[in-house]
Structures are given as structure tokens and as C-alpha cells.
């Protein structure tokens, strides 16, 4: 404050004639060549307006690159959601063609059944210590009833156990209470394909005579009535034969891979009323 009450009048004086000055070389006509009494305001005022001219230009330069960092954050904001579009449209068309693969190959095994078939999609499952059983989105109101034959574009699934009006539950081949008569592809041996833990079954009673090895398939004999002949059930994993019993102990991979079940047919005919 001292300041000022002290150079008050001297700063104003300079601020005054500063002024005037830059109004003066501003309004020099440009179409003529300046006379000694403005060259010499001219040659005055250029010490003052370098740092102004070099301030104006600084400013400029500043709000330049401030507008295009907005501009640019914008497009990279643009870009990326752009992006995550473009992300969300593949993965739908990869899973649509995937979904497209399946349907094709459940159609193939359809046209090779030779009964009516109705297809579901699985909406649930129960894999606990002592059930192997599936949900699916069809029921009695779809024409299924208890008893019918599951099957899947790789083979058997199961059969249906418990039926509402919507819904119907699949007892997986898994299951210890599943048993499909079966035959051995290559050799025709025959045998009784029950359900065992960790998703896998065994061949039973065949004898220690029959002509089983790893890597055989395993299909439906159509014995029974429930499942036609010739469907795919598994392959040979294990086979043992004791020194004592009269049969062989044999494992056996389904061909089906139940954990990642998503679309099943279910067999039309037969089942319990």
C-alpha cells in the first residue's frame, strides 16, 4: 500500500503514455513510409511490443494445444466405446456360429432316428454325490412323458425321469441308477452300460472271454426298447480281468461331454404313461 501511495502518479503517468503510444503505432497509415517523429515511437514501442507480440503468441500456442487435447481426449473416448461395440458384435457372432455348429450337427442326428424327436435346451443340473440329472426347457405339454430316450448330436444322454407341464428331468448314463444295454462295435460284445462317479460308466457283465480293448466304442443294442440301435455311448478306457470271477472290469468314457451340455433331442416313442 505504501507502494502505491509512494509511485501512484508516476505509474499512472507511464501506463498513460504506454497507451498512447500503442494507439499511435496502431493507427500509422500502412499505405506510406513513416516519418522521423513515428519512427521514432515506432523504434520506442518495439522493446514493449516483443514480449507483448511473444505473450500473444505463447497465449495462442497454450489455447491451441489445450483445444486439441479436448478434441483428441474426445476421440480416444470415441474410439474406445467404438471399440467395445466392435467387441461385443464379435463375440455375439462367434457365439451365434458356434451355436449355428451345434444346431447342424443336432440336425444330423436327428434325420438319423428314425422316430419323432422333439429338441430342448438344458436350463439346469444336478451333479451332487448321488444324482446325475439335467433340467430341460420341455415337458409333458411338449408331448414328453417319463421313460423317453435323450440323446445328443454325439450320442446318448440319458432318459427322462420326472416330467411337469414345462420342464423335464434328464438322468444322466452317469447316473448309478442309469443302464443301457450295449455292444462293443468291433467285436460285438455285449454288456450293460451303468452309470459310475467323476462322469464315467462301466461295461458290465461281460465275461472274461469276450474280446474287449482300449479304444473300442461302445454303442446302443437296441435291446430294451428305450434307445435305438447303433448310438454312439463311449470308448474303452480301462479294461481289467482278475485272476478269479468270471467277468471283466471295463471303463468307459462317455462320448457325450455332459458338463458342457447345451442342446439335446428328446426320443418320441415309447415311454411310461
Partial sequence: MEFLKKYLYPIVIGIAIIAALLVFSLNVPRSREANLVERSVLGALSPLLRPVS??????????DSYIRLVDTRRENLRLRED?????????????????????????????????????ATVIGEDVTSWFRT?????????????????????????????????????????DHASGISATIQRSRARGVVK?????????????????????????????????????????????????????QSVSIRPAVNLPHLEEVLVVQRGGYE
Avoid: H
Avoid at 464315467?200 to 434307445?227: H, M, P, Q, Y
Fill in 83 to 119: 471399440i467395445r461395440s466392435l467387441n461385443q458384435r464379435l463375440r455375439e457372432g462367434n457365439e451365434t456360429f458356434l451355436a449355428n455348429q451345434r444346431l447342424e450337427r443336432l440336425l444330423d442326428m436327428k434325420k438319423s432316428v428314425k422316430a419323432p424327436t422333439i429338441s
Fill in 54 to 63: 511473444w505473450a500473444g503468441g505463447f497465449a495462442e500456442d497454450v489455447w
Fill in 195 to 247: 452309470g459310475k462317479s467323476e462322469m464315467l460308466c462301466t461295461l458290465e457283465f461281460a465275461t472274461r472271454e469276450e474280446d474287449v480293448k482300449v479304444g473300442d466304442t461302445v454303442i446302443t443294442s437296441g435291446i430294451g426298447g428305450l434307445f435305438m440301435k447303433g448310438l454312439p455311448i463311449g470308448e474303452v478306457t480301462m479294461v481289467k480281468r482278475g485272476e478269479y470271477g468270471i467277468f
Fill in 134 to 174: 439335467l433340467v430341460i426347457n420341455r415337458g409333458s405339454a411338449d408331448g414328453i412323458r417319463e421313460g423317453m430316450a435323450v440323446v445328443s448330436a454325439d450320442g446318448v444322454v440319458g432318459q427322462t425321469v420326472k416330467v411337469t407341464a414345462s420342464t423335464s428331468r434328464v438322468l444322466l448314463l452317469t
